[in-house]
Antibody
Framework: QVQLQESGPGLVRPSDTLSLNCTVS??????????WGWIRQPPGKELEWIGS???????YYKSSLRSRLAISVDASKDQLSLRLSSVTAADTAVYYC??????WGQGILVTVSS | DIQLTQSPSSLSASIGDRVTITCQAS??????LNWFQQKPGKAPKLLIY???NLETGVPSRFSGTGSGTHFTFTISSLQPEDTATYFC??????????FGGGTRVELK
């Protein structure tokens, strides 16, 4: 059974870069025909898709975040990564990694604060 | 972007009541719509996929119908453990996922 697990710092300072990883277990990123992505949910707010990468490498980003966002896969580690630069308090959220539309990780809370 | 309008935003019902939530898409999404349950501090849990298919292990009191732009999610007999927020998600425009605003279900 494929599982996703997010990891990374829970606190990031304003203007810094938020970096998260998602490790895939029970399956392979490169061997499957899926979009791998990130969704976030600010406290008390709605879910927001922020970006995805196809297993072959094409990336897709929410237009409002495109200039600050990078999503990639490391097939050798079966790992998905997110980098969001120049963060502000508005980027405080629970970040979920996903496979397609239906498989989600448990999520990781990232707080942007000095 | 495909917009999903979910209603109501919250509801209060008694144990055993039938609960219905609707999700309206701004354009047709065929049957590529899922329903999730989310409890505080937890990741969303998939209940219904492809509009009407019950995810393995999910109680049969949960159901979904619809296609195109209009979808309905029903809990046939509300149980205490069903208090949660429910939301719809379209994936017709994969990878560009969008979500409904959520419906908070509480016990009366």
């Amino acid at each position: 059974q494929v599982q996703l697990q997010e990891s990374g710092p829970g606190l990031v300072r304003p203007s810094d870069t938020l970096s998260l990883n998602c490790t895939v277990s029970g399956g392979s990123i490169s061997g499957s025909n899926y979009y791998w992505g990130w969704i976030r949910q600010p406290p008390g707010k709605e879910l927001e898709w922020i970006g995805s990468v196809y297993y072959r490498g094409s990336t897709y980003y929410k237009s409002s975040l495109r200039s600050r966002l990078a999503i990639s896969v490391d097939a050798s580690k079966d790992q998905l990564s997110l980098r969001l630069s120049s963060v502000t308090a508005a980027d405080t959220a629970v970040y979920y990694c996903t496979r397609g539309a239906m498989l989600w990780g448990q999520g990781i809370l990232v707080t942007v604060s000095s | 972007d495909i917009q999903l309008t979910q209603s109501p935003s919250s509801l209060s019902a008694s144990i055993g009541d039938r609960v219905t939530i609707t999700c309206q898409a701004s354009q047709g999404v065929k049957r590529y719509l899922n329903w999730f349950q989310q409890k505080p501090g937890k990741a969303p849990k998939l209940l219904i996929y492809d509009a009407s298919n019950l995810e393995t292990g999910v109680p049969s009191r949960f159901s979904g119908t619809g296609s195109g732009t209009h979808f309905t999610f029903t809990i046939s007999s509300l149980q205490p453990e069903d208090t949660a927020t429910y939301f719809c998600q379209q994936y017709d425009d994969l990878p560009f996922l969008t979500f409904g605003g959520g419906t908070r279900v509480e016990l009366k």
